[in-house]
């Protein structure tokens, strides 16, 4: 499954790289990719964990960047 969220306020890049960088290790995703200039997130992860993967990734954002809202 993909789905693309969105990432209001995010502030900067490199907050971005680091968002991804941690979503991409958690267990079952597949591919992610953070576009800081559209604050979006596009997450691939294997159907039957998707939304237990979109939880921990929601909780993972919150730790880097607790300003960011997680819209899915």
């Given at each position: 499954?993909?789905?693309?969220?969105k990432?209001?306020d995010?502030d900067?890049?490199?907050?971005?790289a680091k968002?991804?960088?941690?979503?991409?290790?958690i267990d079952?995703?597949?591919?992610?990719?953070?576009n800081?200039?559209?604050?979006?997130?596009v997450?691939e992860a294997?159907?039957?964990?998707?939304?237990?993967?979109?939880?921990?990734?929601?909780a993972l954002?919150?730790?880097i960047?607790?300003?960011?809202?997680?819209?899915?």
């Open positions: 499954m993909k789905k693309t969220i990432l209001i995010l900067c890049g490199h907050c971005a968002i991804q960088n941690a979503v991409k290790k079952g995703v597949t591919d992610v990719s953070v800081f200039m559209s604050q979006k997130m997450l294997q159907d039957d964990k998707f939304d237990t993967i979109l939880i921990e990734a929601k954002i919150k730790k960047e607790p300003d960011v809202t997680v819209k899915a």
